[in-house]
């Protein structure tokens, strides 16, 4: 029942950011300032605030969740290469369609999603699983697009060092600490941090304004690669993770961040480009839309699955 009332919400706060879109009070400027404040302000705090809900005895659980997802987006890149081969994408959109592939919408849509399920510290675990999106983000994936585009571009250290990767780290370290946070920082930063998922949802639901419907089917490869987002990949990262643990919530959580649709960043960072920035923006658009559906259906194959 929890996750049918969060995909409501969800889905009434991305048809009122397209209708703010229609209406011209929520355009692409005001939509980029946004975009800029959830991921290096808002969305940094809630992490920060959902590791005050963590016991410092879960350090093994942390400790095998940050190596399970360096290890698993790792080996992302090989896996897309698979896939966008698989689905000949044309030459100049293959690392586009890799990007797909390899990165999910983990903080706008994921974190709501699973603390929904599983609570607030969720988030806290599936930050630090996915601790590894920012660092391959912004060194392959970012090369990638260039090379679609073809540019010529250097790896630049000093993009690892984004709100949400210091966050995360900051995050990751306080039960090793053994530092308690004070309800004094802990509680704005869980107020302001609030803001996180209606913003994101207002800003998706803004975007998808932006394109017409009809354009998403256009693109057969689209289907395939919304499919493996939202479905092949979350069973094979909970069948990853069922070799490494037996604990079923962290298997489960990790699951459904991987199961969320492509990352709206995929479809930011590629909108400097004519074409790549097209089939990325209509994917995104795609995935949410059947993520509607596929992730109360991915919640319900996973509780029948591991019973959670």
Known sequence: MAIIVTMTKLLITLAVGFYLNKKDILDAGTCKKLSSLVVNFTSPLLIISSAGHVSANSQGELILLLIAGLVLYCTLPAISAVITRLLHAPADCRGTYRSMVMHANVGFMGYPVVEALYGETAIFYTTIFNLGFNLLFYSYTLFLYDRDAGNTSRF???????????????????????????????????????????????????????????????????????????????????????????????ICMTAMTIGMPIASMVAMASSQYEKQGRVASISVVMSTLCSIVTIPVLAAILKLWFGV
């Open 156 to 250: 630049e250290p000093k993009r690892l060092l984004n709100a949400g990767t210091m966050a995360a780290l900051l995050a990751l370290a306080i039960p090793f600490t053994g530092i308690s946070l004070p309800d004094l920082i802990l509680e704005p930063c869980s107020f302001i941090g609030s803001v996180t998922t209606p913003l994101s949802m207002l800003i998706i639901g803004s975007n998808m304004a932006n394109y017409p419907l009809h354009d998403m089917f256009s693109e057969k490869r689209i289907y395939a690669v919304t499919v493996i987002r939202l479905l092949v990949m979350p069973i094979l990262t909970a069948l990853y993770m069922s070799f490494l643990t037996d604990n079923v919530l962290l």
